[in-house]
């Protein structure tokens, strides 16, 4: 399975402030994906990163608070802006194995850990 | 859209007992089962995983059934040792989009 990292592992913000968050792969991989995970929760999806163009984001998420860039097949970048205490949470990165960018298995990053004051 | 439930949301045993997470799904789409475990201040791990067109799978100690009919599907870790004590969370899957439970709280204890 692909080698996943994140920056930074954590972080403490202040509200009003933006944290971009980077997601780095040691192989090429054709799907990365976004997911918050808020304290004692599940996992949700934010978005898929899409090589190149737009990312798609899932319903309750949306560009302008969560910009996401994907310049390459190795890396992708995960902004969150205009900070609240309600963005206090995890956030993982994970890849999809395989290139054909079907029903492949999803591998994650170790998250970064943000609290927002 | 799917629906994936997961109970019992903690579970407690001794050393040595069998834990048993149980998920059931709505969508009979889904053809992709993983289950992750995550440990504390770390990232989900895929432990083991299942595709529909079969009913059990099996890796030493844990293993996964699937019951496509019914539409759940269980994690089985037997002779539990006190380093499988984490959050454990299935999913369900058709194509790229992955729906999870809820998680279970393992806590094995020594």
């Known amino acids: 399975s692909a080698v996943i990292s994140q920056k930074p592992s954590r972080d403490i913000c202040q509200r009003g402030t933006s944290l971009t968050i980077q997601c780095q792969v040691d192989?090429?991989?054709?799907?990365m994906f976004w997911y918050r995970q808020q304290p004692g929760q599940s996992l949700t999806l934010i978005a898929t990163a899409n090589q190149g163009s737009e990312a798609t984001y899932e319903s309750g998420f949306v560009i302008d608070k969560f910009p996401i860039s994907r310049p390459n097949l190795t890396f992708s970048t995960l902004t969150v802006s205009n900070m609240s205490p309600e963005d206090s949470s995890i956030y993982l990165c994970?890849?999809?194995?395989?290139?054909?960018?079907?029903?492949?298995?999803?591998?994650f990053g170790p998250g970064t850990r943000l609290t927002v004051l | 859209g799917e629906n994936v439930e997961q109970h019992p949301s903690t579970l407690s045993v001794q050393e040595g007992d069998s834990a048993v997470i149980k998920c059931t799904y709505s969508d009979s789409a889904s053809n992709y089962f993983p289950w992750y475990k995550q440990e504390l201040g770390k990232g989900p791990q895929l432990i083991i995983d299942i595709r529909s067109n079969v009913g059990e799978k099996k890796d030493q100690r844990i293993a996964v059934t699937l019951n496509k009919t019914a539409k759940h599907f269980s994690l089985h870790i037997t002779e539990t040792q006190p380093e499988d004590s984490a959050v454990y969370f299935c999913?369900?899957?058709?194509?790229?989009?992955?729906?999870f439970g809820t998680g279970t709280s393992l806590t094995v204890i020594p």
């Open positions: 999913a369900a899957s058709k194509g790229n989009q992955f729906y």
């Open positions: 994970s890849v999809g194995s395989g290139t054909s960018g079907a029903t492949d298995t999803q591998y």
């Open positions: 192989s090429q991989v054709t799907m």
